[in-house]
């Protein structure tokens, strides 16, 4: 016997709207998770939730200015709820990059969100994070070395709000040293 309660219940549904064009982009993407998906292979990060995302793009090639290959313009809107509309995370960002006809980029970006903590964690064995909603924001300054050049690597400085402190951050990722046309080294930490 079929139960009729369950028919027609949605554990879910996704709709996704891509435009990536070279001047003009845009996504729109509505995701739902009933809280009894159950996916059987592979890695949910989340069930009972709605999010939604909104990304747009604007990012013409100058004609005036000959070291700069590109500017870019983007914007961004996260949304996560659970089934019961409980924002358990939001984001709204604005970002602003310059790609220079060396293929090196450098980036500018800022953020605006919540996040909903339902459990205590302690992030790296540190103190107790509490359950609660907290805002953030972060500013992030970014230059990636095309991998063009001898020595490659991208680096970023982060700062913004932590779950009610502060963090700033340097980080430095897919580092390359070219030693020949034939042999290069790419340092890594863990």
């Known amino acids: 016997m079929i139960d009729d309660a369950?028919?027609?219940?949605?554990?879910?549904?996704r709709a996704q709207l891509d435009y990536n064009a070279d001047r003009y982009g845009l996504q729109l993407e509505h995701l739902m998770v009933g809280d009894d998906?159950?996916?059987?292979?592979?890695?949910?990060?989340?069930?009972?939730?709605?999010?939604?995302?909104?990304?747009?793009?604007?990012s013409p090639r100058p004609s005036q200015v000959r070291a700069i290959r590109r500017y870019s313009w983007t914007g961004l809107l996260t949304y996560i709820e659970n089934l019961e509309r409980r924002v358990d995370y939001r984001?709204?960002?604005?970002d602003f990059g310059l790609e220079f006809q060396s293929g090196d980029r450098f980036g500018v970006a800022a953020n605006r969100g919540l996040e909903f903590v339902p459990v205590p964690f302690r992030p790296g064995g540190?103190?107790?994070?509490?359950?609660?909603?907290?805002?953030?924001?972060?500013?992030?300054?970014?230059?990636?070395?095309?991998?063009?050049?001898?020595?490659?690597?991208n680096v970023s400085l982060e700062r913004g709000a932590f779950y009610g402190g502060h963090r700033t951050a340097l980080n430095f990722w897919?580092?390359?040293?070219?030693?020949?046309?034939?042999?290069?080294?790419?340092?890594?930490?863990?």
């Open 126 to 153: 540190q103190a107790v994070i509490p359950v609660g909603a907290y805002d953030f924001d972060l500013l992030r300054l970014s230059y990636n070395v095309s991998q063009q050049r001898r020595v490659s690597a």
């Open 6 to 13: 369950h028919v027609f219940r949605v554990e879910r549904g």
């Open 174 to 190: 897919r580092g390359r040293v070219n030693v020949s046309s034939r042999l290069s080294v790419e340092p890594s930490t863990r």
């Open 37 to 58: 998906f159950n996916p059987e292979v592979g890695f949910l990060r989340r069930d009972d939730m709605r999010r939604s995302l909104v990304a747009a793009r604007f």
């Open 91 to 94: 984001d709204a960002g604005l």
